[in-house]
């Protein structure tokens, strides 16, 4: 039997550091498993919530701390609290644990296992983010209704986005190096390169997130932590052999089985992980795209001209200033500058729109948009009135963010 030469405080704090990834990692990647996730991970996640909500609510004195899902934030206070809800059940563990150490032969491969799990997840996760690039999501192209908005009401987050989906080859750059770092993570032969690309691809995308305020910060941290530590039992050897220039070699032990049925298990679960689950995300956003895009032929920026004699019974400060059809959005702003936002629903071919998500204490119009030559008319019926607009159409292409394109050769700067 093989004997733990480490020093007591290292082997706990190594036991201490797989815990808490552990905590952090689950159930992954039990969701993927066809029937595991209501089985498996719904329960795992559901006393994993019970646990923060005492631990937030008794220990750190947060009596309304509330959960609803996160709405597409990964750094809510439930997130945080979590962090330390699994720091504490972590020591806990490794106290049990290291008091078991000599009896139990298998905790000294907790802190490898960790290791393994840790680049399946790091690896898979990056895959995910990587091939998204490549859909419509993630970074959308520019929209009418941004391209309209003014910069200074962007959020920074906002800005980031739009900064980042402007270019169709910077995103394909984005994905492909995602998606070659996760490749790497997932086979032990190239382990060592790709958490060297791991590290630096996600240390890109954790500056992002805290320079712009994206609310995935905790996430993005903790693959960067998990890179680091992947990469940590090689780092004597990269020192020797990029920093001194020293002969070298990085170590790697080819898997031995000592049984035909543990290396069938072995070949199923790499299937799963090499395979099944990257195809199962990648028809995941494939199959998510008939939700995203949405052909409207009638998608532009409407300024209005005038108004009929019908719409002198509105309020000034109510009449509509100009409508943005936006793919499924649209927006009619007032010329008070009050906004409100619909979906649309259905597009007909006679140029009836149809639309739902009226704002509350409101009905929703209908609209009917007609070609009139260079202009449009726009025949709207909103609560009890009825009005009849004429409108100027402004499209993608007319805007000079879109018209301005790549120029090899440029005599001066276009900085405007």
Known sequence: MKTDNRSPLLSFMLLWIAGYAFLFMLPFPVRHIPFAHELIAAPISLGMESLNFLVGRQLLGLEDLAYDGGRGSGDTRFDYVYLVTW???????AVLLFLLRRKLTWIRKTYPSMIVYARYFVGLTLIHYGVAKFMIGQFPGPSLISMDQSFGDFSPMGLAWRFFGYSDLYKVFMGLSEITAGALLLFRRTVVVGAMLSIAVVTNIVLVNFSFDVPVKILSSH??????LILAPYLKQLFGLLILHRPGQLSYQPRTFLSPKKKWAYR?????????VPVSMMVGHVLSQSYRSFDNPWEGAYEILSDGDDMVD???????????????????????????YYSI???????????????????????????????YQLAA??????????????????????RRGFHWINEYPVNR
């Open 87 to 93: 720091l504490l059940l972590s020591f806990l563990l």
């Open 223 to 228: 693959l960067l932590l998990f890179s680091v």
């Open 268 to 276: 199923l679960v790499k299937f799963y992980m090499v395979v099944f």
């Open 314 to 340: 509105l309020k000034s400060d109510a009449k509509w200033a100009r409508v943005i059809l936006d793919g499924k959005t649209l927006l009619i702003e007032r010329v008070s500058g009050d906004k409100s």
């Open 345 to 375: 629903e259905e597009v007909g071919k006679n140029g009836v729109i149809s639309l739902s998500g009226s704002p509350e204490g409101e009905d929703t119009p209908t609209l009917h948009l007609r070609e009139a030559g260079e202009e």
């Open 381 to 402: 019926t909103f609560g009890d009135e009825q009005f009849t607009l004429k409108a100027k159409r402004k499209m993608k292409s007319d805007y000079f963010l879109l």
